[in-house]
């Protein structure tokens, strides 16, 4: 089994070949999902990779962003590149660039988590597509990854330790949104760690403890996940020497069948070199939610008290040479290093160098009196630059004269209610639900209108049934319904016309804007939707403690939060996508439907959405405004980073 260490820079890098790591993943300049660690420069990354395969270790390099149709050719030429480095893998999120490297270089390529395969049927549609690796989704259980690793040949990767999303990898636009930092494109804003409230519950709702996932090692040997992944490349070199040790030693007691995998010593080195809370992950765990505040502050220690100019507490673990950081409720007020003098018989009495008020102050041990002998461990290894060369790659034009037409109406629905106040100017209606769906479908049949089943947001444990058209939001999905007409949701994060698969139709992302869009549809023949109203979906979690309501931010802006049948959770814009002004834009660049989302709106606004659409009525637009109460044009006009 494989140890995976993260690299955000070349101290890192030296950190996980002395820790022990067996491969590291690392990303260029360009098309990483880490845009802001340091990473590497070609010539840096040509030496990293030379030096990791003198240490007989691998170097994966992420290529893991969405690809917009201007970027595919140099997306490409840094693929080439590092084909001819010698790269062990790229690590790729967008399905439009897997077949150009696939057709073009011989460099193995795995399947970035942020492509969201969380079952079998995605997985194997993986291996057709000639993936070697897919690393799964973070919200699987212990049970559920064993049982997909033991029905596949591909590769099966896994994250252990690190980090976790608040929302499904790849699915999360809430940065996005919130100030055009998109997360699918390496620069997350990290909404999840910022304060909430909702009804009378005040905190950082939705930031999670860290994955802490030891115990589950030996079940995931033996079921032969190959290997085992630390988030952390924006962590510190220490970090990264600490988790690759540390796991390393784990996965050689667990293979010689010790019931021990980690000392307390090792426990207390993680828990102090980053820690915001730990839990197993959703691997083992339920609920993974630590809210009380979303920063790493180290090991707690206790309870200081300050007294006379000098800081009283009781000892613990805690020796000579470690460093503390001192709170007061959510306020960090310093830290300092323990010496020698400041340990007593009694526990430990300390002079801070910056003065203090007397009172109570929280402890947490932030240094280890070992960090000294690890960062000369790490300036140990020498690494390389290297020359480094890109070459142009060509992707050959597939421009093509796409008709401008009036695009049809598609209306996404979720009650029977609000589908008969649409039907009279619908081309198609995507049900959302499986109450009254039969009834439904003979009301649009009636009406002579194409009814398509959207099937469940995302399902853990998805069984096939006998459905005509569906909408599918996962590549899950299609695998499982391939065999029918597949509408493609938003969900499927299209960006460039190359984009796996073709389906009877596909939304385009939410993310492009208007040149973009024109990019990719004078590009292809697919049939193409773009979404034009409603509440976009800015994540889709697992979290069970999110209930329905209203979820408020420190500016006082509201997302409405559901949850579905299925146990998930999804928070929706606070605002309104409105598009009915630029709809002539859309007909004339030939879009085939628009997409309009109705969910859980009143029939009476419904209806006047629909109508205000099919007679392309821009002098609705106020109304429509102050209907909505709040509106936009999302990324139509600037688009993302």
């Given at each position: 089994m494989e140890l995976l260490a993260p690299v955000g820079s070349v101290e890192s890098l030296k950190a996980a070949i002395a820790g022990g790591a067996d491969a590291v993943y690392m990303g260029g300049k360009d098309f990483g999902a880490r845009h802001f660690a340091g990473n590497f420069d070609d010539r840096q990354m040509a030496g990293a990779i030379r030096t990791l395969h003198d240490h007989g270790m691998k170097a994966y390099i992420t290529v893991n962003t969405l690809i917009k149709e201007t970027e595919l050719e140099s997306a490409l030429s840094f693929v080439e590149m590092l084909d001819r480095m010698e790269a062990d893998a790229v690590i790729v999120q967008d399905r439009g660039l897997m077949p150009l490297i696939k057709e073009r270089f011989s460099i193995p390529i795995h399947a970035s988590t942020q492509m969201g395969f969380h079952s079998l049927d995605g997985v194997r549609w993986a291996e057709e597509q000639g993936f070697e690796r897919v690393i799964l989704a973070r919200e699987l259980g212990q049970d559920q990854v064993c049982q997909i690793a033991q029905g596949s040949s591909i590769g099966i990767e896994v994250f252990i330790h690190g980090a976790l999303c608040y929302c499904f990898s790849g699915q999360c636009l809430f940065s996005s949104f919130l100030g055009g930092r998109s997360g699918n494109r390496g620069m997350c804003a990290q909404p999840c760690r910022k304060r909430y409230s909702m009804g009378n519950k005040d905190g950082f709702l939705l930031s999670t403890a860290d994955t802490f996932g030891v115990e589950s090692i030996p079940a995931l040997m033996r079921s032969g996940v190959c290997s085992?992944?630390?988030?952390?490349?924006?962590?510190?070199?220490?970090?990264?020497?600490?988790?690759?040790?540390?796991?390393?030693?784990?996965?050689?007691?667990?293979?010689?069948?010790?019931?021990?995998?980690?000392?307390?010593?090792?426990?207390?080195?993680?828990?102090?070199?980053?820690?915001?809370?730990?839990?197993?992950?959703?691997?083992?765990?339920?609920?993974?939610?630590?809210?009380?505040?979303?920063?790493?502050?180290?090991?707690?220690?206790?309870?200081?008290?300050?007294?006379?100019?000098?800081?009283?507490?009781?000892?613990?673990?805690?020796?000579?040479?470690?460093?503390?950081?001192?709170?007061?409720?959510?306020?960090?007020?310093?830290?300092?290093?323990?010496?020698?003098?400041?340990?007593?018989?009694?526990?430990?009495?300390?002079?801070?160098?910056?003065?203090?008020?007397?009172?109570?102050?929280?402890?947490?041990?932030?240094?280890?009196?070992?960090?000294?002998?690890?960062?000369?461990?790490?300036?140990?290894?020498?690494?390389?630059?290297?020359?480094?060369?890109?070459?142009?790659?060509?992707?050959?034009?597939?421009?093509?004269?796409?008709?401008?037409?009036?695009?049809?109406?598609?209306?996404?629905?979720?009650?029977?209610?609000?589908?008969?106040?649409?039907?009279?100017?619908?081309?198609?209606?995507?049900?959302?639900?499986?109450?009254?769906?039969?009834?439904?479908?003979?009301?649009?049949?009636?009406?002579?209108?194409?009814?398509?089943?959207?099937?469940?947001?995302?399902?853990?444990?998805?069984?096939?049934?006998?459905?005509?058209?569906?909408?599918?939001?996962?590549?899950?999905?299609?695998?499982?319904?391939?065999?029918?007409?597949?509408?493609?949701?938003?969900?499927?994060?299209?960006?460039?016309?190359?984009?796996?698969?073709?389906?009877?139709?596909?939304?385009?992302?939410?993310?492009?804007?208007?040149?973009?869009?024109?990019?990719?549809?004078?590009?292809?023949?697919?049939?193409?939707?773009?979404?034009?109203?409603?509440?976009?979906?800015?994540?889709?979690t697992r979290d069970p403690t999110l209930s329905d309501g209203t979820l408020v931010d420190e500016r006082g802006v509201r997302y409405p939060v559901f949850r579905d049948p299925e146990g998930f959770a999804h928070i929706l814009h606070s605002t309104d996508l409105l598009l009915l002004d630029k709809v002539p834009e859309l007909n004339l660049m030939g879009v085939d439907s628009l997409g309009i989302d109705v969910r859980r709106r009143h029939p009476d606004l419904s209806a006047f959405v629909a109508k205000s659409f099919r007679d392309i009525d821009v002098e609705k637009m106020e109304e429509l405004r102050r209907k909505c109460g709040r509106s936009s044009l999302g990324h139509y006009r600037k688009g993302v980073f």
């Open positions: 085992l992944k630390i988030e952390g490349r924006m962590r510190s070199p220490q970090y990264v020497y600490l988790t690759s040790k540390i796991y390393s030693q784990a996965i050689k007691r667990a293979k010689e069948g010790s019931s021990r995998l980690i000392t307390p010593r090792e426990k207390e080195l993680l828990e102090v070199v980053f820690n915001r809370g730990y839990s197993g992950g959703y691997l083992t765990d339920s609920e993974v939610m630590q809210t009380e505040y979303p920063e790493s502050r180290g090991r707690p220690a206790g309870t200081g008290n300050m007294a006379n100019g000098a800081l009283s507490m009781t000892r613990g673990a805690i020796e000579a040479g470690d460093g503390i950081s001192l709170y007061r409720g959510a306020e960090k007020v310093g830290g300092f290093d323990l010496q020698a003098s400041d340990i007593i018989k009694e526990g430990i009495r300390a002079r801070p160098p910056f003065p203090l008020s007397d009172g109570a102050y929280q402890v947490y041990k932030t240094k280890d009196r070992e960090y000294a002998t690890i960062e000369r461990q790490i300036e140990k290894v020498e690494t390389l630059e290297l020359p480094a060369e890109r070459r142009r790659i060509e992707v050959p034009p597939k421009r093509m004269r796409r008709n401008s037409k009036k695009s049809e109406l598609s209306f996404y629905v979720s009650s029977l209610t609000v589908l008969k106040a649409i039907i009279p100017y619908a081309d198609r209606v995507y049900y959302d639900g499986s109450k009254q769906s039969a009834e439904a479908m003979d009301t649009c049949k009636a009406a002579g209108v194409e009814y398509v089943q959207l099937l469940p947001r995302l399902c853990l444990n998805e069984e096939k049934t006998d459905r005509g058209p569906v909408m599918v939001n996962t590549i899950d999905q299609f695998n499982l319904y391939k065999d029918r007409p597949c509408y493609g949701s938003y969900h499927m994060n299209v960006f460039n016309s190359f984009t796996m698969p073709q389906m009877h139709q596909w939304t385009l992302s939410p993310e492009l804007e208007q040149n973009e869009l024109f990019q990719l549809l004078s590009r292809t023949e697919q049939r193409s939707e773009v979404m034009v109203f409603g509440r976009v979906e800015l994540m889709l």
